[in-house]
Structures are given as structure tokens and as C-alpha cells.
């Protein structure tokens, strides 16, 4: 902790820190522009130039004192840019000196000698740091002559998000080192010298990456914006309500700026344990559905392009059955009227899993209290196989865990994950460990990004990750890396894994899965050794058709090693939705052809039935979710079924289907709970009003249950508000026992500043958080009581393809087409068509298709028609397409198929 005087005044700070954040130790902001604590420090802006000195020594390296016993300053005979010097012992550092005061005033009139004074119709303006500093430090009048500014021809869209004005740029390289750095995605870089230099894109397509929205916050000019708030406010006449991110599952932290109940921007709200200060752009964007605001009252039109406003009944006339607005009045009580007469065998319910926790609680209470059935599942399927819920809360990622913190003494080991395009800002966090010291282990059926960063990288055989797991449990044990010591007072059953395993050696693993004996060996003690680890697993292992043995290798490689049950430790599945962990928390753990096994809290079912699928003649409630566009087996369900009941935001192909529509609330318009794979439960607040007469999911549900009551006692009904609901799940659900509503602060967010005492500056428009980081609920594992069994299961020989045959796995994107992504225009470029096979370059040749070209692909039982579209991430005998084209009902990941050309040629582009 060296020493320094700042100002005359004496502050210890920790070795390494810079004079920046020194000075802010004593409450003395240095005005910085290039400077960002997350990115590299560079000196680029000059902007925080002070005078530094150290202490003169004598020729026996002691320190010089004066006649006041003070020690004796050498001041260096140059200003020092603050940002990238780091302190030392005894340092003196002046940075409010006249001289300080005139460099700062230099840098700001050079700064602005070519800019733009068009602040008025800025966006960044009632936030912008330049605006700021020049008020605070800058000059008054400009000496430089008007009529030899230097002039870009303006805007340029860097891509079809973020749009560049090269005038109001100061060439801080923000962005640049964002990109390079953070997203690890080196496509913006300068070019040209002196006042032509400029930004530009070197990717094809054009900045291509998923975080490219976050340049637009850490900008400290208005040189870039994004497309979407361009000219549409100003930050001054918006209201900022605390939100969470209703997309992936990782539950970022957001801020929702609305005006005028009409969304402007979605902003990154600061949590250093979830999302620290970044989105991914899907988050950032893809809030447009909420905002479709064709009428329901009007005409007919077509599918998902507009929000429900009133509920709809299906009628016959003239014109044949239409949906036709009704009352809730009357919706409900006709659903009412089906549903008791349709009795307990005869009802089945659908939820989504993007639902809040008190809707999924409600929604299965309903149906288990009210219906008195227990056929229930939820969509989409996964995380419903052999890998699921009660794996999660047994050795999941212990409480506590931050990727923010893991580093040399860390190891993650990714399987069957492709991070960017499942869980981006997981991927940022995972790779900026691994940029830290963490020791990466990837392995996939395919490359990934991730990848680039790993120490060890594996691309086994489709379908043999538990095999290549028990690899790395044998070439462990093999080695004695196994935590004896940790075993003994925590695990049973090693000795029978140990003898289970004696014919399942390091090279038969290596062989199933396709690798490399002494990678595998290499790999298993890198993550044995590291004092953390942690295993992260994605959609490819979360399917029905996973092998059985894979959650007893995932269970006895965490245990041997002793990676559970502390911080920074265990299991993390990337599932696919907002809210899937909260669906599996609630009780909807299982796929439309099971009847679920849980009750909410993992207790299991007594009467779980014997009927498999959807009941024949059954009246069918479905709660969020468009199952119907997304498998035929679900939609031919939907078209068998007497009477359907849909409840949900958007007019879909599923709610075309319904006998009854009931508009829902979107989650920004009310209140309620998310919880992540994390298993961090987090609140959210509302930030706008619903269209028409959309209400949130739990009053329908509510109601819906007082009219079937009638004369029955209503009293478990009553619920007034969100919090009730929570209140009654914390009295359930052992897990939540903690997350009652006033335990889950949402912050009241401070008045916006227009100074820049807030370090506004340094950070970006990004939100502080003062409290409501959410809570974590913690796994059997860090219970030191609970002890877990190992136990030997064979893993299956994954099948090969027959002769002509290949692979045909599923493989998440992030901009997939779905429903509510399609809502979005500005993200119609980047999205990948459902109708897209992923093809490498070599089956490519091999077939002489072309991009574009027409196929179609069987696979035993179905024949489907795709697009190709070349990738090189894809090793040759593997084909991908979109999870929502091909799980269907069943789950299923992977399928031998025969591919047929069509057309060879490119159709379109």
C-alpha cells in the first residue's frame, strides 16, 4: 500500500493503482476522456495531465529530506497522463495547479477545433462528458478560425445498430479497445492520420459483433448512437425504471428509458456479479414487442404483428370462425365453463418458461389446486432429459460465485456450450477470466469463438460428452488428483465408482469421443489442480437425447475434484430463457409428452400418472409460449384438441389456433421476480402500461380461479399484488425462503446529473446500482452435512451415421427468429432463418452446393427443406440447424440424416 500525497493530502492506496483512481481516493476527480477502469489504460486524450514528482535519493538510495524532516520532491519536467501512471511510494502528484489548469484548457480547445457545435441535436447531449469538462475546464472562445474546421461527410452506419458521426469523435479508442479487449472482436480499428483520422469497420459484414451497443455507452462524446434512440429523445425527458433482461438467462441488469408509455432505449443497470456494466445486443434492442401497437379491435392481420389489446373468442358466421373481441367477463367465464367440464383428466397445460416466478407458481397451483391435474410441462423442452433441475440444486455454482473474480487460481471447463450465442454476457465474463489467468478448457462437436481463449480445446464426436467426461474422471483418478481428503468426509460410493471404472480407461474415452488420450489426460489435471473450478454446460447436453450417464460423470467429476459447494465453484448450465431455472424452481420441469414430476422446490410428485404425451380430447391451456410455429407435433396437438386456450402478448400462430386469446402484460408493464442459471433471483419493476385491456399473467390466473371457485372458499386466491404471491412461494419453496419482496430491493435510481462528479464520465451512460443485486439460493452442496453419492454409469457408444449419412445437431443462436426477436427490424439482418442449414465448406464441396443452395434433409421420419449457408466453425460430417426447427416436442439434439440436393445453385442471397 504505498504511500502518496495528492494535493498535499496523504492517502495509502493498493500497489499498481494509477494516479486516476489514487486522486479519486481522496475525492479529487482527474477530468479523463480515453480512460475507462474496465479497458486498458492508453493516454491517448491527454486529458488528465498532472504533475508528478518522487522523492530524491541520495547516492545511498535513501530519501533526501528538508529542514522540516519532509522528503525532498524531484518534480518530473513533463506533465504525466494520470491514467497510466502508476503509483509509488512517496509519490507527490499536483493536479490543481494553474500550470495543470492551462494544459487542460489546451487539450479542450484542441479538441474541439473540429468539432461540431451541434449539442442541441445530439443525443449524447444532458450526458455527455465533453459538454461537462468543457463547462468545468475548457475555454470559452476558440481561437481557431471557423472556416478551416475539418468536415466528414455524416452519419456513417458502422452496421445496421450503431451509426458513427466522424466530426464529434476525438479518438479516444474507446471503442476500439472495447472491441479488442472486452468482446474480444477485433473489427473497428483508425485510419488515416492527423484530422482525417476516423473509425472505420474492418469486418465483413460491418462490425460484426454481439456487444456493439455497448461502444455507443462508453463513448464519451455523441459520436456514436445507436439507430434505435437516434433523434427520438432527450435523456432529460426520460424516465428510467430499474428492469431485468427478459431474453437469455444470464438476468442482466437493465435500465428501461421510456417516454410517453413508448420504450426509447434499454441501458446496462451496473452489477458486478451478473452483467458488471455491458449488454449484448439482443438484450439491448429486442424490446420492439412491446411496442406493437396495431389495435386488436380492427381488422384481421397477419400473425405476431401486433399486441393482444382485449380478449378474443372464437365465433362462426358468416365468414366462417374468426376471433372476435370479448370481455374479460366473458372470456373468462367461458374457460371457466370448458375447463370444469373438460375435469382433471382431461385438461393440460403449457407454460413458457419467460414467465416471472409468481405466474409459472400460479399457473401450476391452478391447475394442481383448482383442476386437480397434474398435466403440466413447460416449452421449450430442454433441461427435461437426464440432465435437469435437481441436478442444478444439488451442485450447481455455489452461492457467492463471481466470474468478475476468478482468475489464475481458476479453471472452467465448457462443454457443450457454444457461450456467445447462447448466454453472451457469460461468454464476456468466461473470457475475460480466461484474459486474467484462468485456465479454459473447451470442448464442443464444433469450434467455437470461446475457443481462441482456451488452454485446452476439444471437438469430440457428436453425442460423446459424458464419455469424454468420465475420460477426464478416469485420467484424474489415474493421476491422484482425486480431493481424498474432501471425498472421505463427503461422498460414498467411490470405491464402487473405482471399480466400475477399471475397464473404462483414458484411451477407451479418448476413443469414444474422438480425441487425443494425452489432451484429455492434460486437460483432466489442469482442472483437478486449480484451486476453483467450474463446469459450464449448454443446449447441446440439455436435451431428451443426452446419454444417461452424463449428470453422474458431470456429478463425480465436480466431487472427486472437490469443485462444489464454496464460491467460485460447481455446476452452471446455460439454459435457454430468462426464466428457465424459475420454471424448474416452480415445478414445470417436464415436456409436452410427460405429465411433470415436481412439485415447486424439487418435491416430488406422488400421483404422477401413467399417460404419456397429450391426453386425447383434452382441453389445452397454454401461458407464453408459441409452441405452435416452433414444432408440428405440438400444432397438430393444438388442431386436435376440442377447446384451446391461449394466453400471451402477441397475436401468434399458436394464439391463432385458440378457441379463447387473453391478452397478457409484457414484463415490462408490472412487476415481478426472474431468476437466472445463476439461480440469483432478481426483481423487476413496471415501466409502462399495458395496451388496452392486457393484465398481468397472475391477476388472469387469480381471477380465472375465483370464477371457478364460485362457492368454494376463494381465501388462497387473493392475492393483491406480486408480492403476496412471493410471500406464499417463501413459505413454499424451501429454496426461496429468503425471497420475500423486501429482501429484493429494486433501487430507486438518483436523479440523472449533468456534472461530472458522478464519474458519469468514466463509466459510460451505464446505471449505478445502489443495492438490488438479487439473491442467490444456495445448493445441497454447500450444506457441509449433506453428503453426495458417486456412482459408475456406462456411458453409451454415440452411434455412427450410415454410409451417405451425416450429423444433424442443433445449435442455439442468439438472434433466432423467434417470436419476440422478429418484433425487431433492426435486427432483421442479423438474424438466422430457422430455414438455414449450417453446412461446412468441405461437405459443401463434397455435395458441389453452393450458398444458398436448396436441400433437403431426412431424417428418418421427417423430410425438411433448408437453405444452406456455409460455416467454417463446423468440422466436415456435421450439419446444424436451429434448436426451434427441429426439437419439436421430443427434445431430441441430434439425428443421422441423408442430405438430397435440390437446387445446387445459389437461390438468393
Not at 480466461?434 to 471437438?459: M, Q, S, W
Not at 476413443?511 to 482442472?527: H, Y
Request: glycine share 8%; hydrophobic share 40%.
Amino acid at each position: 500500500m504505498p504511500k502518496v500525497t495528492i494535493d498535499g493530502q496523504e492517502v495509502n492506496v493498493p500497489a499498481g493503482t494509477v494516479v486516476v483512481e489514487a486522486a479519486r481516493q481522496v475525492g479529487n476527480e482527474i477530468p479523463v476522456f480515453c480512460y475507462h477502469p474496465k479497458l486498458a489504460p492508453v493516454g491517448m486524450c491527454r486529458m488528465c495531465l498532472v504533475e508528478v514528482g518522487t522523492p530524491r535519493l541520495n547516492k545511498d538510495r535513501q530519501v533526501e529530506l528538508d529542514v522540516d524532516g519532509k522528503p525532498i520532491i524531484n518534480w518530473m519536467p513533463k506533465f504525466q497522463t494520470g491514467c497510466t501512471q502508476v503509483v509509488s511510494e512517496g509519490m507527490a502528484i499536483r493536479t490543481q495547479t494553474s500550470q495543470v489548469a492551462a494544459a487542460r484548457k489546451d487539450v479542450l480547445e484542441f479538441l474541439l477545433t473540429s468539432h461540431p457545435l451541434d449539442c442541441p441535436v445530439c443525443d449524447k447531449g444532458g450526458e455527455c462528458p465533453l459538454q461537462n469538462l468543457t463547462m468545468a475546464y475548457g475555454p470559452g472562445v476558440s481561437r481557431f478560425d471557423y472556416a478551416v474546421k475539418f468536415h466528414f461527410q455524416k452519419p456513417v452506419h458502422l452496421n445496421n445498430l450503431i451509426t458513427l458521426d466522424r466530426e464529434r469523435c476525438i479518438q479516444c479508442a474507446r471503442c476500439t479497445r472495447f472491441s479488442d479487449e472486452i468482446a474480444g472482436d477485433p473489427v473497428l480499428g483508425f485510419e488515416n492520420r492527423g484530422r482525417g483520422m476516423e473509425i472505420v469497420t474492418l469486418s465483413d459484414p460491418p462490425f460484426d459483433s454481439k456487444f456493439s451497443g455497448n461502444t455507443t455507452d462508453i463513448c464519451p462524446v455523441g459520436a456514436l448512437t445507436t439507430r434505435d434512440f437516434r433523434f427520438r429523445a432527450r435523456v432529460w425527458e426520460l424516465e428510467d425504471v430499474p428492469s431485468i433482461c427478459n431474453h437469455c438467462a444470464v438476468g442482466c441488469n437493465t435500465i428501461i428509458g421510456q417516454r410517453v408509455n413508448d420504450i426509447k432505449r434499454i441501458m446496462p443497470r451496473q452489477n458486478e456479479s451478473v452483467n458488471e456494466i455491458w449488454l449484448c445486443d439482443k438484450g439491448r434492442f429486442a424490446h420492439h414487442f412491446a411496442n406493437s401497437r396495431q389495435s386488436t379491435l380492427g381488422p384481421p392481420v397477419p400473425s405476431g404483428t401486433h399486441r393482444l389489446e382485449t380478449p378474443l373468442i372464437r365465433r362462426g358466421g358468416p365468414q366462417g370462425d374468426r376471433l372476435v373481441p370479448a370481455s374479460w367477463p366473458e372470456a373468462l367465464k367461458l374457460v371457466a365453463e370448458k375447463l370444469s367440464a373438460a375435469g382433471p383428466d382431461g385438461v393440460y397445460g403449457i407454460s413458457g418458461d419467460r414467465l416471472p416466478n409468481e405466474d409459472m407458481y400460479l399457473f401450476q397451483k391452478f391447475f394442481r389446486q383448482v383442476l386437480g391435474s397434474n398435466h403440466l410441462a413447460r416449452w421449450p423442452v430442454v433441461a427435461r432429459g437426464p440432465v435437469t433441475g435437481t441436478l442444478f440444486q444439488e451442485i450447481g455454482l455455489s452461492s457467492g460465485s463471481n466470474f468478475g473474480k476468478m482468475g489464475k487460481d481458476t479453471s472452467i471447463l465448457v462443454v457443450g456450450a457454444d457461450a456467445e450465442e447462447e448466454a453472451p454476457i457469460h461468454f464476456l465474463r468466461i473470457k475475460q477470466a480466461g484474459d486474467r489467468g484462468a485456465a479454459l478448457i473447451v470442448a464442443n462437436p464444433y469450434h467455437t469463438k470461446l475457443e481462441k481463449y482456451g488452454r485446452h480445446c476439444f471437438v469430440y464426436r457428436p453425442g460423446s460428452a459424458a464419455a469424454f467426461v468420465w475420460g477426464l474422471v478416469r485420467a484424474i483418478m489415474d493421476a491422484g488428483l482425486e480431493q481424498k481428503e474432501f471425498l472421505g468426509s463427503r461422498a460414498t460410493g467411490l470405491a464402487e465408482l473405482q471399480t466400475g471404472m477399471e475397464q473404462y480407461t483414458v484411451a477407451r474415452a479418448a476413443e469414444l469421443a474422438g480425441v487425443k488420450a494425452e489432451d484429455l489426460q492434460a486437460a483432466a489435471q489442469t482442472f483437478a489442480q486449480a484451486a476453483n473450478g467450474v463446469l459450464v454446460i449448454g443446449r447441446e447436453l440439455l436435451g431428451s437425447d443426452t446419454d444417461p450417464a452424463l449428470p453422474e460423470a458431470i456429478r463425480a467429476l465436480l466431487t472427486v475434484t472437490g469443485h462444489i459447494g464454496k464460491a467460485q465453484n460447481g455446476l452452471l448450465p446455460l439454459l435457454p430463457h430468462n426464466n428457465t431455472q424459475g420454471a424448474l424452481d416452480m415445478g414445470l420441469d417436464a415436456g409436452p409428452e410427460y405429465r411433470t414430476k415436481w412439485l415447486p422446490g424439487y418435491q416430488p410428485v406422488t400421483d404422477k400418472g401413467t399417460s404419456s404425451g397429450i391426453p386425447a380430447s383434452s382441453a389445452i391451456y397454454v401461458i407464453g409460449s408459441d409452441l405452435g410455429s416452433e414444432s408440428d407435433l405440438a400444432r397438430q396437438a393444438l388442431e386436435a384438441a376440442p377447446f384451446v386456450i391461449v394466453q400471451d402478448l402477441l397475436l401468434t400462430e399458436t394464439a391463432l389456433l385458440a378457441d379463447v386469446v387473453l391478452p397478457a402484460a409484457a414484463p415490462m408493464e408490472r412487476e415481478g421476480t426472474f431468476t437466472s442459471s445463476e439461480r440469483r433471483v432478481q426483481r423487476f419493476k413496471p415501466a409502462l402500461q399495458p395496451p388496452g385491456h392486457a393484465l398481468p399473467d397472475w391477476w388472469i390466473l387469480r381471477e380465472l380461479a375465483q370464477v371457478m371457485a364460485n362457492a368454494q372458499d376463494k381465501t388462497g386466491w387473493r392475492y393483491d399484488t406480486p408480492a403476496d404471491i412471493m410471500a406464499e412461494i417463501a413459505h413454499v419453496v424451501p429454496q426461496y425462503a429468503t425471497m420475500a419482496y423486501e429482501n429484493l430491493p429494486v433501487p430507486d435510481l438518483p436523479s440523472r446529473k449533468l456534472d461530472y462528479d458522478d464519474s458519469l464520465f468514466y463509466r459510460g451512460t451505464s446505471f449505478l446500482n445502489p443495492g438490488g443485486e438479487g439473491q442467490v439460493w444456495p445448493v445441497k452442496a454447500e450444506d457441509s452435512a449433506v453428503v453426495l453419492q458417486v456412482r459408475w454409469v456406462e456411458p453409451a457408444v454415440a452411434g455412427q451415421p450410415a454410409a451417405g449419412q451425416t450429423w444433424l445437431i442443433t445449435r442455439p443462436h442468439l438472434y433466432d427468429a423467434g417470436t419476440l426477436l422478429s418484433q425487431t427490424a433492426l435486427l432483421q439482418p442479423q438474424m438466422v432463418p430457422h430455414t438455414w442449414l449450417h453446412v461446412s465448406p468441405a461437405d459443401a464441396a463434397r455435395w458441389g452446393v453452393a450458398e444458398g443452395a436448396a436441400v433437403s434433409v431426412s431424417t428418418g421420419e421427417d423430410m425438411l427443406s433448408f437453405v444452406v449457408h456455409l460455416d467454417a466453425d463446423l468440422p466436415a460430417g456435421i450439419v446444424t440447424a436451429a434448436p426451434a426447427r427441429l426439437e419439436g416436442a421430443a427434445g431430441q439434439t441430434r439425428w443421422p440424416v441423408n442430405v438430397t440436393v435440390v437446387n445446387a445453385q445459389r437461390l438468393a442471397s
